[in-house]
């Protein structure tokens, strides 16, 4: 399984955050492509530049 998350500030930080724990806790592969400030549009368009780049596995958690 892997982790993908997506977000703002919330989501990427200085510190560990909710995603930072979550892969911890699940212990899984790990991917964070939020950008602290980011808004709903930016939040959206890396959602569909990452699935057009890299594709989805059907194992895949994705965390927005």
Known sequence: MRLITFGCSFTDYSWPTWADIMALDLDCEYENWA???????QIAR?????????GWQPNDLVMV
């Open 35 to 41: 950008i602290g400030g980011g808004g709903n549009q």
């Open 46 to 54: 890396r959602v569909l530049y990452r699935d057009q780049e890299f």
